[in-house]
Nanobody
Framework: QVQLVESGGGLVQAGGSLRLSCAASGRTFSSRSMGWFRQSPGQEREFVACISWLNDVTNYADSVKGRFTISRDNAKNTVYLQMNSLRPEDTAVYYC???????????????????WGQGTQVTVSS
């Protein structure tokens, strides 16, 4: 089973930027579609962005389109989430997720992802 470790969260003012990283263990990263989800207190976990394996197709939640960018570096076994123009409503714990190997997906459903990281807190102050 792949292990996922997120980093890069923190406190930032509205309008600022952060880049989240998710490092994956093992040798299957390049064949896994990857996603980012977030969860605020009292809210359900929601989809943020994902990137497929094989051809790097991306998908974004409407709420982050044009502000967030997902990317991957297979040589480093890492997926990134560049977050610009942050808003207080982006405050949440951000989770990295991995689909099973060789399963192509750009799904927004958490059920499509087989492994999850522990999360990193992002707080945006107004």
């Amino acid at each position: 089973q792949v292990q996922l470790v997120e980093s890069g969260g923190g406190l930032v003012q509205a309008g600022g930027s952060l880049r989240l990283s998710c490092a994956a263990s093992g040798r299957t990263f390049s064949s896994r579609s990857m996603g980012w989800f977030r969860q605020s207190p009292g809210q359900e976990r929601e989809f943020v962005a994902c990137i497929s394996w094989l051809n790097d197709v991306t998908n974004y939640a409407d709420s982050v389109k044009g502000r967030f960018t997902i990317s991957r570096d297979n040589a480093k076994n890492t997926v990134y989430l560049q977050m610009n123009s942050l808003r207080p409503e982006d405050t949440a714990v951000y989770y990295c997720a991995a689909a099973r190997p060789a399963y192509w997906t750009v799904s927004e459903s958490s059920r499509e992802y087989a492994a999850w990281g522990q999360g990193t807190q992002v707080t945006v102050s107004s």
